[in-house]
């Protein structure tokens, strides 16, 4: 298949340029630059930004012979000044370092900004710069502080871009990589779609006869792995298990069974292992803890289950493993490297080593897998069901075994009120804590619940700007969650216990169904909390509009309807406030812990 080969410099976008172009209709494929080899199918290349400095001894390199090479060339930002090197540039650190939105000023006639104004909005992050072009180039845009922003090569072979066209905040990015497509093939076919028939071949052909055997977890991946597998081998040669942890969401597990019953395909095997799991946990608060407990036991239970199929000795496990999960990047490491996967327990481990592990979907995005479970027929409201953790909600029930905590949590209380004030807003740091991610580091801090101040109207601009402004200033707080009313929350022990996580499910379900239409929201974790007012428990709902988990906005309900949504769950007894989780990523995850 043709492609455009993303050379990965371990910057932190790699994966969005091939997501970018791939959405422009031609299939990209990652590599490592001390690892890529020019093949025939490659008809363009993309070197990716990178945190090193082209002038260090120990930056990466690549073994590209640019007198010869005859497939076109475009550099982003560290690749911008590596091709540039390669061609003769010089590259000098330094002064001029740029980060955030810059414009440019760029030449019409050149091949990436043809018919775009000549002022373009751009997103940059460089300390380094090219201060000297080759006779071979030209400048093709230059910024307040760097001359070269752009180049591109008499010959219109090579192109560099010191900004980053991939990411959003540069206006006309996609029309720029859809030029530089332009120069590298005429053809645009890929699509997952597209891509069915090839995959239900390459699962026969890996199958040769053997049953295969799926661990499905109900995610879109997993769902989709079996649908190909079904199509490639008939409903009989296919096993799958499920394990239901007693942490999934109201009726998840048989919508899931429901669907393939209607299919006619039978061999599920579910195994309930609620009370297992809920035995295995007793008592345990710690969310590292509690993930390592649900790990663990799942690696059991799988291993188990495979040791009692009859035909283990031949079998092939599907696993449904997709691109970002087999290419690890934004790091210096090697780009290929795999990363451990959650269900690689040790039967699967010598099932790889002895070759039979077949993973159909491996080369696509979550957005591609999407597209491609619509195309298999899958029903729409399966396919596009939200992203849900592995360790379901065990991860969404904050627990607690403390009911009196001392007051230092309150420390920055006053610090916040001072803030909050500036925006007609008043507010209380709360006894628990949740998970956060600031620069490359994870937080462990207290969210603060905030709220209006009488006879102030709501404002979604003016309750984002207090909350950013917040966690910024105010140390020990890095989330924040609106309420309707002025509250005051106290601290109760709360463990993962059966009643504990069906009122959760309850309220989950009822908020989930009231906002199940809006297709704005790309996740909503609805989370327990061990805090009550008026012997009433407290949850929130935390609905993020996101592409890819890396980064989210927060969506923003009418303040009305959130008003109906918390009068809503009252009705479940013993349910009281709803909160309204307000924290963007970053600085807060979009799970709590
Ligand atoms: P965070 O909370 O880091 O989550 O913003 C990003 C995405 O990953 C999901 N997530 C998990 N998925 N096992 C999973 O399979 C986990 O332990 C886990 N923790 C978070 C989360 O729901 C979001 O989509």
């Known amino acids: 298949m043709k492609k455009i080969a993303i050379i990965d410099f371990g910057g932190q976008y790699t994966h969005l340029i091939a997501r970018r172009i791939r959405n422009l209709a031609v299939y990209s494929e990652i590599f490592h630059p001390e690892e890529f080899e020019v093949t025939n199918e490659i008809v363009g290349i993309i070197f990716s930004g990178g945190p090193q400095s082209v ?20 550099g982003i930002c560290y690749g911008h000044q590596i091709l540039a090197s390669m061609l003769g540039g010089i590259i000098e650190s330094g002064e001029n370092k740029e980060y955030g939105f810059t414009t440019i000023s760029c030449e019409p006639d050149s091949v990436l ?34 001359k070269v922003a752009s180049f591109e090569s008499l010959d219109q072979k090579f192109f560099g871009v010191q900004f980053h ?48 055997v799926l661990l499905l977890s109900g995610g879109v991946d997993s769902l989709v792995a079996l649908e190909l597998c079904i199509k490639a081998v008939g409903n009989e040669n296919v096993f799958s298990i499920h394990v239901d942890t007693g942490f999934m969401r109201k009726n998840e597990s048989s919508t899931i069974m429901d669907h393939y019953k209607k299919l006619g395909f039978k061999n599920i095997k579910i195994i309930n292992a ?14 590292e803890a509690k993930r390592l407990i649900i790990g663990k036991l799942f690696v059991d239970i799988a291993n188990e289950e495979l040791n009692r199929l009859e035909e283990k000795e031949v079998l092939m496990l599907v696993q449904g493993t997709i691109y970002p999960d087999t290419i690890e990047s934004g790091s210096t490491d090697k780009a290929a490297k795999i990363k451990t996967h959650h269900n690689r327990v040790s039967e699967i481990e010598k099932l790889i080593e002895a070759g039979r592990i077949i993973e159909p979907i491996k080369e696509l995005y979550k957005d591609e897998v999407r597209k491609l479970g619509e195309e298999l027929g899958l029903p ?44 007609g807003l008043a507010g209380k740091i709360l006894p628990i804590k949740s998970v956060g991610v600031q620069g490359d580091f994870r937080t462990y801090h207290h969210p603060a619940v905030v709220w209006f101040k009488d006879g102030i109207k709501p ?20 989330r924040i969650v609106f309420c309707n009313q002025p509250i005051d929350l106290k601290l109760e022990k709360l463990y993962l216990e059966k009643p504990v996580i069906d009122k959760l499910r309850e309220v989950d379900a009822i908020l989930r169904a009231e906002t199940d239409h809006i297709s704005e929201i790309w996740q909503m974790p609805v989370v327990s909390l061990p805090l009550f007012h008026n012997e009433k428990q407290a949850f929130v709902m935390r609905p993020v509009c996101s592409t890819d988990a890396m980064t989210a906005s927060v969506f923003e309900m ?22 309204y989780d307000v924290t963007t990523k970053p600085p807060g995850t979009i799970e709590w812990e």
């Open 274 to 287: 609620e009370e297992l799991y809920l035995h295995e946990l007793k008592g345990v608060v710690e969310p």
């Open 165 to 212: 066209p991939e990411v959003t905040h540069t206006t006309n990015g996609l029309k720029m990589l859809d030029k530089f497509i332009s120069v590298c093939t005429e053809k645009r076919d890929w699509n997952p779609q597209n891509f069915k028939d090839t995959l239900i071949q390459q699962i026969r052909d890996e199958a040769r006869g053997r049953k295969l």
């Open 55 to 74: 002038n260090a001894d120990d930056a990466y390199r690549i073994n590209i012979n640019v007198e010869k090479i005859e497939i076109p060339i475009l």
């Open 558 to 579: 009418d303040f009305a309807e959130f008003e109906r949504l918390s009068k809503l769950i009252q009705k479940i007894d013993g349910v009281g406030n709803l909160l």
């Open 380 to 423: 729409h409201k399966l396919v596009h069901r939200h992203p849900f953790p592995g360790p379901g909600l065990a991860i969404r029930v904050i627990c607690s075994d403390i009911d009196f905590p001392t007051d230092d949590y309150l420390i920055d209380n006053d610090k916040l009120n001072e803030i909050l004030a500036e925006f």
């Open 113 to 146: 900004f043809a018919g775009l104004e000549s002022k373009q909005s751009v997103w940059m992050s460089h300390g380094d710069h090219v201060s000297t072009l080759p006779e071979t180039c030209r400048i093709t845009a230059s910024s307040a502080s760097i």
């Open 459 to 478: 404002n979604w601009k003016v309750l984002k700007t207090a909350a950013s402004k917040t966690i910024n200033k105010v140390q020990s707080v890095n």
